[in-house]
């Protein structure tokens, strides 16, 4: 079984669906196609035609007296119908991942064994664990593919690790499937080196939102780099 070297392969070719660079307008790509993005078009749109009737009296509203503001609190029902719509969006359709320009692997947990003890490619592997059902995930979902386009390398690679789909493997690597996710390993061969966010005894803990500044001091990412272009140059 083979599986693409970080600086072969993007997440969506790992993954089995098209490329990025597939088709000329990826947001209209994804705007039809994905039922999230599809669905905000069609509320978007649904908006001028249920006020279409208002606009059109504004000009005899002008010439009467003006309507009171509503009472403070209330939110007037022009905005009911607004909120609704945005209620059916998220209870019909989820958010999709990012699905941009990146060199992460989406893998399995033994495509992830084999990578970690069988001649691994590369030294490094910083992996993200996470679950297509977790809305923190899903906002999360682009940090790892832009910090894999900065410092993927022949030293460190990317991959990524949907526990949605294989839930045992949680706890062989020590996640919660219910607490702190999406949850990022950076991993020397076979051995740990850090994670984030870290393995504590409190039930409740404060965990930062992910960013890509966070992701690099957490793990070194820029130590890392520079040692392995200093290694390069000593070598040529």
């Known amino acids: 079984m083979e599986v693409a070297t970080a600086t072969e392969a993007s997440a969506p070719a790992a993954s089995g669906r098209p490329s990025w660079r597939s088709h000329p307008f990826p947001w209209l790509d994804a705007s039809i196609s994905e039922p999230y993005y599809f669905l905000h078009l069609v509320a978007f749109f649904s908006y001028f035609a249920a006020r279409r009737p208002q606009l059109g009296a504004l000009g005899r509203r002008r010439r009467r007296a003006p309507e009171p503001p509503p009472p403070p609190g209330d939110p007037g029902g022009a905005h009911i119908p607004g909120a609704l719509r945005r209620e059916v969006i998220y209870a019909v359709a989820q958010q999709p991942p990012y699905d941009g320009p990146g060199h992460s692997n989406h893998l ?13 490619t590369t030294r490094f592997w910083l992996v993200e664990f996470r679950t297509s059902f977790s809305g923190t995930c899903i906002q999360a979902s682009r940090v790892l593919p832009e910090l894999s386009n900065i410092y993927s390398n022949k030293n460190i690679s990317f991959g990524i690790v949907d526990l949605g789909h294989f839930p045992n493997a949680a706890a062989k690597f020590g996640i919660s499937m219910w607490d702190h996710l999406p949850t990022y390993i950076l991993f020397d061969k076979t051995t740990e080196v850090a994670r984030f966010p870290e393995i504590t005894s409190e039930s409740k803990v404060f965990v930062p939102k992910v960013t890509k500044k966070l992701l690099c001091q957490r793990f070194d990412l820029d130590r890392r780099l520079i040692e392995y272009l200093s290694r390069c140059c000593a070598f040529n």
């Open 108 to 120: 399995t947990p033994l495509q992830l064994e084999g990578l970690l003890t069988e001649e691994p």
